[in-house]
Each structure stands twice: as C-alpha cells, then as structure tokens.
C-alpha cells in the first residue's frame, strides 16, 4: 500500500509538470521566471515547498525529539522569519528590478567579478543543499520501499530532473502546488491521529515555553539561535526564493506572497514538532535516528504512513526542483554568460521543444553536470543536517550583507563585496573544520582533530562568521572614497518605484 500511494503521488507531479511545460514556448524568460505572470496562489505556494523540505519535517522532528521544542521547531520557524523579512524589506523592490537570477543583482550593483564569486558560492551551496534532500529521500526509499538507497536517489533525480528541463518555472509553480494540497493533508492527517489516539503531550523541560533552551548553553541555547539565524537570515539569499519572486506578476504579489509563504511554512512545521514531542511517550525516549519513520513504522496505520510519506517525498522533490532549475539559470547566464540574444554560441538542444533561445538551452544543459554532482555527494556523504547546515552558514556568512547593505547602503563597491565573500567564507569553513560537531551533530565531514575548539563551541561559529563579512564590508566601505562605491552599469530601483511598479 505504501509503495502504491508514493508511487502514485509522484507520477502525478510528473505528469502535472509535464502538463504545463508547454507554457514555455520556447522563451528562456518564461523557462526561468514563467514570463513574471504568477499570481499569489502559485507564487505562494512555490515558496512555501522550497521552505517545507526534508528537513523541515525529518530533521525537525529528530531534533525536536531529541532535544525539545526549539532544536526542531528552529527550521520552520527560521524560514518563514526568512520569508516575512524577505516580504517586508526586499521582495517588492528585487521584483520591480526584473531579473532572471539573484546573481543578476550582483552584477548589476558590483560588476563581473563579484556576479561570478556570489554564483560560484550559490551553486556549491545548492549543490549541499541539494544533495542533502536527496539523502533523505533515498532513506525513505530504503527504509519503507525496500529501494536500495542509491537506486531511491536516482529515482528522485529521474523525476524531478525531467520535468524541471521541460517546463522550468512552470513546472516548478504548478507542482509546488499539488506537492504542498499532499503535505498539507498528510501533516493535517498525523497530528489529528496523534491528538485523538494518543493525546498531544509535551515533555517536561522540553516545550516551546520552556525558554531554557533559548537562554542556557547548556541546553543547547548557542545551536539553537545558530539555527534560527542561519535560516532567518542567511536563507534570504536563497537563489530559490528569490526565483519565485521574481516570477510573480507585480511586487506587491510578491511581497504578499512571502507572507503566505510564511504563514504555510508555519502551519506545517510548528505541528510536526508537536508530533515529535508526543513521540517521546508513544514510541518511547529511545527511539534514536529517524523518529517519524519509527512512529509510522510501529504505530500508525498503513494509510496515515502513506500520506505522511507521500509528503515527506513531496517536499523532497519541490526544493530538489528548486534548487535544479536555480542552479542551471545561474550556471549558464551568471557564470557561462549566455544571454537570449547569444544565438549560434550553443549547439541546437532538440529536446522539449527547446527552440534557438540559446539561454533556454544552456540552463537545460547546465542542469546535469550539477545534478551530478549532487547525487555523488548524496552517495558519498549520506548526510542531511551537515550538509543542510553548511550551505546555510556559508551563504549568511559570505552572501547576505553584499546583498542586503547593498541594496540599501550607497556606500560599499566590488571591493567591500570582496571583502565580505572572502572573510566570511573563510572564518565559516576554517570554525567548521576545528568544531567537532555541527548542530549537534557529530562532524564527520570535514574536521581536523584540535584541543583548542570543543563540542561547546558549537552554534558560535554561524555568528562569528557572519560578523566577520559585515565587518569587512563596512569597512571597506567606509575606507574607500564615495566614487569607488558604485560600480553598476544600472541601479536597484529605489523603494518608491518598486512600490509604484
């Protein structure tokens, strides 16, 4: 029953995205931002699914589990404080700007060198990113399928790949939708099937009013503000994000948008966390790893397993879409430089009607070798929180103050942004690789073995590092004469128009 019931919920998103890929018609702006027509609904929803991942739902309810309220509920919380703050100070004026990708901005406010850095950094976040989800999904697969687990990585790749090649924003909006009606009725599903046979129960020490772990080391306080800080803030940058945004048809549907967004990506994570916490006394307080697929497993009947996982593989796919259709627009326009009017610099691309838009063509073609990528570290890292986690913590650190000053600071040119990319960068990784854990998690990626840095040391690191980029670029900034400031060949547009627009 449960293979039929996932399987059948994936065939129909494929079919959903290949339904709609004829939209479209061969033009590279309506691959990429769906032509700027989508209403809230869509725009809403594509938000809510690149927020609702496998880890908002796997990770959140381990760490909830394990560790009380807020080490879980931190995930959704911190991505829909991302979406409320992307809704107040940046989506309006990123969607008046009309651009294809977010590095477009870059380039516009700081030039070349710094359109490529900042692309070359979001592809190796998303590669993480990327690669994290299908770790969870192959899991799945192996756990409750009886798919090797290499075999359920491929499948979802298979997937998720052919109808983001084919329809792109399209494919991604409408299927964002049908993938958050299936999380949405699954999640609705568990908590009222926790709430009625088993009672919604909270562990002493470990609610959301138990503010200890907000405020005492001990208790986790570090990891836990880490967490809502990478995801609030780091996450604004989000090259998925931002494509929805601006794909939406005026600013102030986008702007909406993330509010809804942010509201949805609430409603679904908040009850997972108050399902993780009632676990601790259905399946007992040594339930380890993977705590859902335990409740599912022993507890729940086979058609409420089914839905739930039908979701969870949902989520898996709507922000690997995601995360595939960014990642190629930025590779071929940002870093390959293909524009729509580059014809005759790519081989013809008979595939779904690609057509002579030769932009459309490079983003297809730059969508494999970076899904490659992905599925060989899913193989070779069979990690979700490490490389979740790191993908976050890089783009707060080198990413989000060139961005968020710079849209909004006169001050601060290419060499501030510099600054900004190689300090945060740099101090993020190098405390990544002294520090023995990672959220909590044993760091087993990337870690040199030291008696200066401990396991307490654990969450700082996300702050030291994203001080170390602002400091850089404000000082830069300020030590620079104002004419070195800006270097765009055209500005931002200021909030007034963007409001106007």
Same mark, same amino acid.
């Given at each position: ?15 959903i ?26 725009? @809403?929803?594509?938000?809510m699914?690149?927020?609702v991942?496998?880890?908002a ?8 589990y ?6 879980g ?12 703050l992307?809704?107040v100070?940046?989506? $309006? ?6 651009l ?9 406010r ?21 690669a ?7 899991f ?14 491929l ?11 084919a ?5 991604d ?10 999380? &949405?009725a699954?999640?609705?599903c ?11 129960t909270?562990p002493e ?8 772990q907000?405020?005492d ?6 990891v ?8 609030? +803030? #780091?996450? &604004? ?10 794909? $939406?048809k005026?600013?102030?549907t986008?702007?909406?948008a ?10 679904? #994570? ?9 676990a601790?006394?259905i399946?007992?307080?040594?339930a380890?790893?993977a ?10 009947? @086979? ?5 739930v996982?039908?979701?969870?593989? $949902? ?13 190629g627009?930025?590779? $071929?326009?940002n ?7 580059d014809a005759?610099?790519?081989p013809?691309?008979r ?10 063509r490079?983003?297809?073609i730059?969508?494999f ?10 193989l ?8 979740l986690?790191?993908a976050?913590?890089?783009?707060l650190?080198g990413?989000?103050?060139?961005f968020?000053?710079g ?5 601060g ?8 990319i ?15 854990t990672?959220?909590?998690?044993p ?8 008696? +200066?840095i ?9 702050f030291?590092?994203?001080?170390a ?6 000082a ?6 104002a ?6 060949a ?7 128009t963007?409001?106007?627009a």
């Open positions: 029953m449960i293979l039929l019931g996932v399987g059948l919920s994936i065939v129909v998103v494929l079919l995205g290949l339904a709609v890929a004829r939209k479209v018609d061969g033009d590279s702006g309506r691959y990429l931002v769906a032509g700027r027509t989508l209403g809230l609904p869509l725009v @809403a929803a594509g938000l699914a690149q927020a991942d496998s880890n739902t796997l990770g959140n309810t381990d760490l909830t394990g560790f009380g309220f807020w080490a509920a931190g995930l959704p919380i911190g991505l829909a404080l991302c979406l409320l992307t809704g100070f940046f989506a $309006a004026r990123m969607n008046a700007a009309r294809l990708t977010l590095p477009d901005w870059y380039a516009r700081y030039g070349r060198t710094i359109e490529l850095a900042a692309s070359i950094a979001m592809i190796g976040a998303y590669v993480l990113l990327l994290g989800n299908l770790v969870a999904g192959g799945l697969f192996e756990h409750f399928l009886g798919i090797d687990y290499a075999v359920g990585v499948l979802i790749v298979a997937v998720v790949l052919t109808y983001t090649v329809g792109g924003m399209f494919s909006s409408y299927t964002a939708a049908a993938q958050m009606v299936i999380t &949405i699954g999640t609705a568990l908590f009222t099937w926790v709430a009625l046979t088993h009672g919604i909270v020490g470990m609610g959301a009013l138990d503010l200890g907000l405020t080391p001990a208790q986790g306080a570090a836990n503000w880490a967490t809502l800080i990478a995801l609030g +803030v #780091g996450d &604004i940058v989000a090259i998925d994000f931002m494509q929805r945004i601006f794909s $939406a005026s600013p102030r986008a702007r909406n993330c509010f809804a967004g942010a509201a949805g990506t609430l409603m679904i #994570g908040i009850p997972f966390s108050y399902v993780a916490l009632s601790v006394d399946v007992g307080p040594d380890g790893a705590v859902l697929f335990t409740l599912l497993e022993d507890h729940a009947p @086979a058609w409420l397993a089914t839905m996982l039908a979701a969870i593989v $949902a989520a898996s796919c709507s922000t690997a879409n995601g995360a595939i259709l960014g990642t627009a930025v590779a $071929a326009r870093i390959a430089g293909i524009r729509e009017t005759g610099r790519l013809e691309l595939i779904f009607g690609a057509g002579k838009d030769p932009l459309l490079a983003s297809r730059a969508m070798p970076i899904v490659g990528l992905a599925v060989l570290v899913a070779r890292v069979p990690q979700t929180g490490i490389l986690t790191l976050f913590d890089l783009m650190a990413l989000v103050v060139p968020a000053l849209l909004w600071w006169k001050r040119g290419a060499a501030a942004a510099a600054a900004a190689a300090a945060g960068f740099t101090v993020r990784l190098a405390l990544f690789a002294l520090t023995p990672v959220y909590g998690t760091n087993d990626l990337l870690y040199f073995d030291n008696d +200066v401990t396991a307490a040391f654990d969450g700082w690191p996300t030291i590092a994203f001080a980029g602002t400091l850089a670029y404000v830069v900034a300020l030590a620079r004469p004419k070195a400031h800006r270097t765009a055209a500005p931002v547009p200021e909030p007034a963007a409001a106007a």
